[in-house]
């Protein structure tokens, strides 16, 4: 099968297309795909650059495997990792064990690998799962990948795979993050989504304009301005600079922001995300592009009695919500550019510039 490969961390042009040998049959738990629609996102970014870390080495590296790649028609083992974890395709084998789909299928992501039937998974805690699989959801930039069953789900008809292939990660992330805060926003609030125009944020700006609060839309991209307008957002601040909280709290009267749907991460929280936040305040965090680490003087927190919180991911029933949401034309799945897997290298260079609006995908011939 065609797939783009990362063998070393490091910039775009790392991503090379090679020939790999088709994945063997699905082990038990898995499904095979034909993949149709694959995204790229921030967290391929970090992931690529080896700046992802789960406590100790790159993720980048730890996650590479022994893959059979064929060079000048010979089969070689090399080590590499295939990106990609917003995946939808058509089911061409099921493993032993899986219920509830069959060959044909049309799957997107759902979710975090979860079981569904432990202790956590009942009391809502799916995140601490007990059963959790130790290969999650990867694979996406390949003509075929092996998924784990508990980490999708059926496309709902009247949806693309191009637009299933996102929901999960950039509808259901902001969806998840916006519901964990304890309080959702009301027509009286004043809210701010950082990263306006990425692909969490087009959505999450989409998701708390349904609240007829106050939104600001923040960016660092200028030709992002009218297009978010056009989404939902009240005002949008554009910041070449990055800085943004004056400008907040000027169109808020000093009042601040009663909520903070963060996509960026460090770098935009110490530039003035959290300056920008409201007393009582909810700062939400739903992405982290870039390695920076927030810092902020504790008392400025409690002043405030304001709270930070976050989201890992969309689960099952955000994802599930978040199709309902599309399928009633509340919101829009927004698409960039639908591109093929021989242009990964470039969109992702593009990505890596902010010169992308929503989400971009590869399409499958
Ligand atoms: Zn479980
Ligand atoms: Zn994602």
Redesign the pocket.
């Known amino acids: 099968m065609k797939a783009c490969v990362l063998f070393e961390p490091g910039p775009a042009e790392n991503l090379k297309m090679v020939e790999v040998r088709d994945p063997g049959p699905p082990q038990e738990g898995e499904l095979l795909l034909q993949v149709e629609a694959s995204a790229i996102d921030g967290h391929d970014l970090v992931e690529r650059q080896g700046v992802l870390t789960r406590g100790g080495q790159p993720v980048a590296l730890t996650a590479a495997e022994e893959l059979d790649i064929k060079e000048n028609g010979v089969w070689v083992k090399k080590r590499g990792h295939i990106l990609g974890h917003e995946i939808a395709g058509k089911v061409i084998a099921v493993g032993p064990g899986v219920t509830g789909f069959q060959v044909g299928d049309r799957v997107a992501p759902s979710g975090g690998t979860?079981?569904?039937?432990?202790?956590?998974?009942?009391t809502g805690l799916?995140v601490?799962?007990?059963?959790?699989l130790r290969r999650g959801l990867i694979g996406g930039y390949a003509e075929l990948a092996l998924v784990p069953a508990q980490a999708m789900m059926k496309i709902p008809e009247g949806i693309s795979p191009v637009e299933a292939s996102f929901v999960r990660c950039a509808i259901g992330t902001p969806l998840r993050g916006i519901m964990l805060a304890g309080q959702e926003p009301k027509f009286h609030d004043n809210i701010l989504v950082c990263g306006a125009g990425g692909g969490l944020g087009i959505h999450a700006l989409q998701i708390v304009a349904l609240s007829g609060g106050f939104v600001m839309a923040a960016t660092t991209s200028e030709h992002k301005v009218p297009l978010l307008k056009q989404y939902g957002a009240s005002e949008v601040i554009f910041t070449p600079t990055g800085k943004f909280h004056e400008q907040v709290m000027e169109l808020t009267d000093g009042d601040g922001a009663d909520f903070v749907v963060d996509t960026v991460g460090g770098t935009t929280f110490n530039n003035g995300g959290f300056r920008a936040l409201a007393y009582y305040g909810r700062y939400i965090f739903v992405g982290q592009i870039n390695a920076e680490y927030a810092r902020f003087p504790v008392p400025w927190l409690f002043w405030r009695e304001a709270v930070i919180t976050g989201a890992t991911g969309g689960q099952y029933e955000d994802t599930l919500r978040s199709f309902e949401l599309l399928k009633k034309k509340r919101i829009k799945a927004v698409v960039y550019e639908t591109f093929k897997l021989e242009d990964t290298p470039r969109m992702h260079a593009l990505l890596e510039r902010r010169q992308i609006f929503g989400r971009a995908v590869i399409v499958f011939p």
């Open positions: 979860n079981c569904g039937v432990c202790d956590y998974c009942r799916k601490k799962c007990k059963n959790r």
